[in-house]
Nanobody, 123 residues
Framework: QVQLVESGGGSVQTGGSLTLSCAAS????????MGWFRQAPGKEREGVAV???????SYADSVKGRFTISKDNAKNTLYLQMNSLNPEDTAIYYC?????????????????WGQGTQVTVSS
């Protein structure tokens, strides 16, 4: 059974940094496309960053240059390094996975989801 457990969320001030982690179990992460998504209050869930089997990455325009997605296949863990945070980054962040070569920032493509971790950025 595939399980994804996020950690690392919290509260920071504008300009601060956080690193999210997603521990995966029940499958081999290196064979999956994995990604980070977020949902702010009153808004739809949106893609933040994805990383494919070959470690090709894709980012939402709003986070390019500030966020970095990476994975450690040996630890079956996905990461999201977030720098220069601003209040617009406040949301619940979700880790997701799909067993596919295709790896796009599309919420509907992903079948496995974590429970989410809250990130709050204050001004």
């Amino acid at each position: 059974q595939v399980q994804l457990v996020e950690s690392g969320g919290g509260s920071v001030q504008t300009g601060g940094s956080l690193t999210l982690s997603c521990a995966a179990s029940g499958y081999t992460a290196r064979n999956y496309c994995m990604g980070w998504f977020r949902q702010a209050p009153g808004k739809e869930r949106e893609g933040v960053a994805v990383i494919g089997r070959d470690r090709t990455t894709s980012y939402a325009d709003s986070v390019k240059g500030r966020f970095t997605i990476s994975k450690d296949n040996a630890k079956n863990t996905l990461y999201l390094q977030m720098n220069s945070l601003n209040p617009e980054d406040t949301a619940i962040y979700y880790c997701a996975a799909r067993y596919s070569i295709s790896c796009l920032l599309q919420v509907g493509d992903f079948g496995y989801w974590g429970q989410g971790t809250q990130v709050t950025v204050s001004s």
